[in-house]
Antibody
Framework: EVQLVESGGGLVQPGRSLRLSCVAS????????MHWVRQAPGKGLEWVSG????????DYADSVKGRFTISRDNAKNSLYLQMNSLRAEDTALYYC?????????WGQGTTVTVSS | QPELTQPPSASASLGASVTLTCTLS???????VDWYQQRPGKGPRFVMR????????SKGDGIPDRFSVLGSGLNRYLTIKNIQEEDESDYYC?????????????FGGGTKLTVL
């Protein structure tokens, strides 16, 4: 079964850091670019960051540029999002998604809450 | 980068048809758009990609034949025929603005479809 499972979310104070993980199974992970997409409570989808299959191309939304770092470990079938200097507005459900001419596989999401 | 505009809400009676619209900002009439379904409390689900020539590639896993797409000018349409209760969802359109070595994705604000 093709599957993505996110983890690492939680409650964190403003200014602190958190690292999200996404483990892939059921497909050849290094055949695909991957993305992080978030959804604030009651709001729509917001693309956060994307990474090519070999980490050669990486991009970020302006809202997180300079604070978040995306990475992947193809040997571990894993995608990561290092989030530093967290703000209240980063509070959201964070999804990882597989890029296959559209994000055709999504995880169930992991919740990040930034609050003092 | 393009902006994607969606009406915030739509409704249709059980068994009827509905067409959802995603409008690209000026200058992006050649862009393909992806449609995603998000049922209450669930993660997004890829429906299909659409360009001006219609569907691009394949539908997402388990998407019934009742779902179809069209593209014209700046508009990308998702039509659902014989609406079922299970179709009540938020529907988002998204577009890959990246080229070659970079990633930039954008999403519309979403349309909440209510089945009457």
């Amino acid at each position: 079964e093709v599957q993505l499972v996110e983890s690492g979310g939680g409650l964190v104070q403003p200014g602190r850091s958190l690292r999200l993980s996404c483990v892939a199974s059921g497909f050849t992970f290094d055949d695909y670019a991957m993305h992080w997409v978030r959804q604030a409570p009651g709001k729509g989808l917001e693309w956060v960051s994307g990474i090519s299959w070999n980490s050669g191309s990486i991009d970020y939304a302006d809202s997180v540029k300079g604070r978040f770092t995306i990475s992947r470990d193809n040997a571990k079938n894993s995608l990561y999002l290092q989030m530093n200097s967290l703000r209240a507005e980063d509070t959201a459900l964070y999804y990882c998604g597989r890029d296959n001419h559209g994000m055709d596989v999504w995880g169930q999401g992991t919740t990040v809450t930034v609050s003092s | 980068q393009p902006e994607l505009t969606q009406p915030p809400s739509a409704s249709a009676s059980l068994g009827a048809s509905v067409t959802l619209t995603c409008t690209l900002s000026s200058g992006y009439s050649n862009y393909k758009v992806d449609w995603y379904q998000q049922r209450p409390g669930k993660g997004p689900r890829f429906v299909m990609r659409v360009g001006t020539g219609g569907i691009v590639g394949s539908k997402g896993d388990g998407i019934p034949d009742r779902f179809s797409v069209l593209g014209s000018g700046l508009n990308r349409y998702l039509t659902i025929k014989n609406i079922q209760e299970e179709d009540e969802s938020d529907y988002y359109c998204g577009a890959d603005h990246g080229s070659g070595s970079n990633f930039v994705w954008v999403f519309g604000g979403g349309t909440k479809l209510t089945v009457l």
